[in-house]
């Protein structure tokens, strides 16, 4: 089992940035995919960007050029740089990360970060 823990949330205005931390632990034998969520409220929860652990990258098509994930595998975290942030970026931003132990596979959320971009 891995646990992820975000941090980096908060209250910005628009064009303003923020950058996102995940960072797991756990006895696992290896963390595989890594990826940043979003759900606003009202809305289902979407994929904002992910991250192979080769350092392949995929993004929503609302946030191509704004947005940056990055990954540090010695330190099993997980980045989202988030520029020129609009208010449509608003939401809760959930963590998940693919792993493999050695009594199987799995994936596990964070507990999430509010993002809350207003003038």
């Known amino acids: 089992q891995v646990q992820l823990v975000e941090s980096g949330g908060g209250l910005v205005q628009p064009g303003g940035s923020l950058r996102l931390s995940c960072a797991a632990s756990g006895a696992v034998i290896s963390i595989n995919d890594m990826g940043w969520y979003r759900q606003a409220p009202g809305k289902q929860r979407e994929l904002v960007a992910s991250?192979?652990?080769?350092?392949?990258?995929n993004y929503a098509d609302s946030v191509k050029g704004r947005f940056t994930i990055s990954r540090d595998n010695a330190k099993a975290t997980v980045y989202l740089q988030m520029n020129s942030l609009k208010s449509e970026d608003t939401g809760v931003y959930y963590c998940?990360?693919?792993?493999?132990?050695?009594?199987?596979?799995?994936?596990?959320w964070g507990q999430g970060t509010q993002v809350t971009v207003s003038s």
């Open positions: 998940n990360a693919g792993w493999r132990s050695l009594v199987g596979q799995g994936g596990s």
């Open positions: 991250i192979t652990r080769g350092g392949m990258t």
